[in-house]
């Protein structure tokens, strides 16, 4: 089938909205009409060139639709389902599922870097081209085909714009609080940076109990919007000492969870120092793989314990439906993550307002 895609050709190069093709469903997979996908900045990543991939490819990895068809096998959805993308799918049986890591599935982590699904093959082209897939998801497209494991079915109540946002953002921030620190009821919470997944991080928080939640940035306008999730305390890392500020505010002692949720090199340091002894930090930003981060070695004495996620403990199948629910029942905010929607052919602007410090998630509507 024929549909249209935005399609990465050249790092640095705006995508072009093309028509590529795909094939029928395979055993194992899920083709999924897609309605909504979110502008995540490991896209941007990609097309800047400092997360390589191989070209040409169809990015996006936080998409929800409908399921189409379904090829031989998959018993987990059926057409008609609502559904979710899971940008980490996992085979169920390698060394590290059965560690009960599936962030770390062996099969996902030899495929993925080749721009490849799961059987470590392509299912689109453009123009005779082989294309390659995103985060096995690729979802700034009309259609994707997915893995079973990444298809995940959720209530159709829940609109697409909002559900596909727990397909990445949500997870990861809230998960983080939830899955990964476990953080307890009256437990204080620092925050470092409020973007998407930050501002997850923050109303995470807010329903565990925490308190004080301490919201750490440099632009106010986030800032007033991370109070509107949860957060007790702010602090403007440009005008104070985030480290001060951090530990005047928790008896001299330090956060008991510290959540980096930047991604930028100096903020891993601060984060570090601001947790106190025998606290958690929690590290979610990323920065390139190749680069040292400075710490000093005193900040990781006294019992500390500094972890890293990428998913915020993802159980997909688990996750995503309370998620869901959470919503429904109007407790878990997602309509204020959304600062703009816009068409498959705005991409490209998309993309340019992502750096604006009032914009926390731009979501494309592929079906108008």
Known sequence: MKFQAAVLHEYGTPLAIEEIQTVDPKPGDVLIRLHASGLCHTDLEVIQGSLAYPLPIVLGHEGAGV???????????SPGNHVICSWNPSCGHCFYCDRNQPILCEVVTNTRPKGHLMDDTSRMTVNGTKLHHFSETSTHAQYTIVPESGAIRVSKEIPFDRACLIGCEVMTGFGAITNIAKVPMGASVAV??????GLNVVQGARLSGAEPIIAIDVANEKLTIARRFGATEIVNASETDPVDEVKTMTAGRGADYVIEAAGITH????????????????????????????VRWGAMMGERVI??????????????PLLVQTYLDGKLMLDELISQRIKLDQINEGFASMGQSDVIRSVIDLQS
Do not use: C, H, N, W
């Not at 903020?267 to 190749?290: C, H, N, W």
């Not at 972890?307 to 995503?320: L, Q, T």
């Open 307 to 320: 972890v890293r996620s990428s998913y915020g403990g993802a159980r997909p199948r688990r996750d995503f």
């Open 67 to 77: 399921v189409e068809a379904v090829g031989d096998g998959v018993s987990l959805v």
């Open 267 to 294: 903020t891993f340091s601060p984060a570090i120092e601001s947790v106190r002894q025998g606290g958690m930090v929690v590290l979610l930003g990323k920065t390139d793989v190749q680069r040292e981060i400075p």
């Open 192 to 197: 470092f940076g409020t973007g998407a997944v």
